[in-house]
């Protein structure tokens, strides 16, 4: 489901705002696992299965590392904790390729929408409570609800747990946050509709022209990278503005 779509925009964000005002403040973290988790599903069904596979060990890997720190069995749990979410990270972006010259009739395996961006937010947990620069998780509920948080759950940017482990535990949305995330959102949207899927279509006018001419090759240049940056700079500021809405405070 992309930001951008009207599913999104006139049915999916509006409920989701009403369903989470009116959730008790203990319910909020569990309120966002589900709308994060239908969200997911729209479009990756299949693969919520393995996000939140990958989540439960990560929870059991690291609680059992913290708890045996110091040993040889804390240091393995730990390691396992990093090198399990990158085995599948891994099998899913690069097992075709490797395999396809053994097996050429193998079909091609599908990447899991936003496979990348939980692998690393997933490690990147690990590594913090290991190290100590954040404390375990003690509540399956909010590591759910810190990976799969939908407004950078699909398109990034990739939020350190670091970075909202205060705001998992109490967050307060006022009236100024509110404003300042639709406003932001906005701002991401038009740079999405405007000017990304506009350069989007140009490039493609141009691709499609005969003839070479060092003009035109330039002009496709230059219009395909000003597509890719204001696609993503798009989605970084709906996604930054969307969790202000929700009482997260994204760094830029």
Same mark, same amino acid.
């Not at 904790?81 to 075709?96: C, D, E, G, H, R």
């Not at 079909?107 to 929408?113: D, G, K, S, V």
């Given at each position: 489901? &992309?930001? +951008?779509? @009207?599913?999104?925009?006139? *049915?999916?964000?509006? &409920?989701? *705002?009403?369903?989470? $005002?009116?959730? %008790?403040?203990? /319910?909020?973290?569990?309120? &966002?696992?589900?709308?994060? /988790?239908?969200?997911?599903?729209?479009?990756?069904?299949? /693969?919520?299965?393995l996000m939140l596979g990958q989540i439960v060990v990560t929870f059991v890997l690291t609680n059992g590392?913290?708890?045996?720190?110091?040993?040889?069995?804390? !240091?393995?749990?730990y390691i396992l904790?990093?090198?399990?979410?990158?085995?599948?990270?891994?099998?899913? $972006?690069? +097992?075709?390729f490797f395999l396809h010259g053994i097996m050429p009739d193998m #079909?091609?395996?599908?990447? #899991?929408?936003g496979i990348s961006f939980y692998t690393f937010q997933l490690v990147s947990y690990c590594i913090d409570v290991h190290y100590g620069r954040a404390? !375990?998780?003690? $509540?399956?509920?909010?590591? @759910?609800?810190?990976?799969? &948080?939908? %407004?950078?759950?699909?398109? /990034? #940017?990739?939020? !350190?747990?670091?970075?909202?482990?205060?705001?998992?535990?109490? !967050?307060?949305?006022?009236?100024?946050?509110?404003?300042?995330?639709?406003?932001?959102?906005?701002?991401?949207l038009a740079k999405k509709v405007l000017l990304a899927n506009v350069l989007g279509e140009f490039t493609q006018e141009i691709a499609g022209m005969t003839g070479e001419s060092v003009i035109l090759a330039w002009l496709y240049a230059a219009t395909a990278a000003m597509q890719i940056y204001y696609d993503f700079s798009g989605y970084s500021d709906m996604a930054i503005g969307l969790g202000r809405m929700f009482g997260f405070h994204f760094l830029e």
């Open positions: 489901m &992309l930001f +951008s779509s @009207i599913t999104f925009l006139f *049915f999916f964000l509006p &409920l989701a *705002f009403l369903i989470y $005002k009116i959730v %008790p403040a203990k /319910g909020k973290n569990l309120c &966002l696992c589900i709308l994060s /988790g239908l969200f997911y599903a729209w479009g990756e069904p299949l /693969g919520l299965f590392s913290v708890k045996r720190k110091g040993t040889i069995m804390g !240091r393995i749990l904790s990093v090198f399990v979410p990158f085995v599948f990270l891994f099998y899913y $972006k690069y +097992s075709t #079909p091609e395996i599908t990447l #899991p929408i404390a !375990r998780q003690k $509540k399956l509920v909010n590591l @759910i609800a810190y990976v799969t &948080l939908f %407004p950078q759950l699909i398109a /990034g #940017p990739i939020v !350190r747990y670091t970075q909202i482990e205060q705001e998992l535990a109490d !967050r307060y949305i006022s009236e100024e946050d509110f404003a300042q995330g639709s406003i932001r959102f906005v701002i991401g």
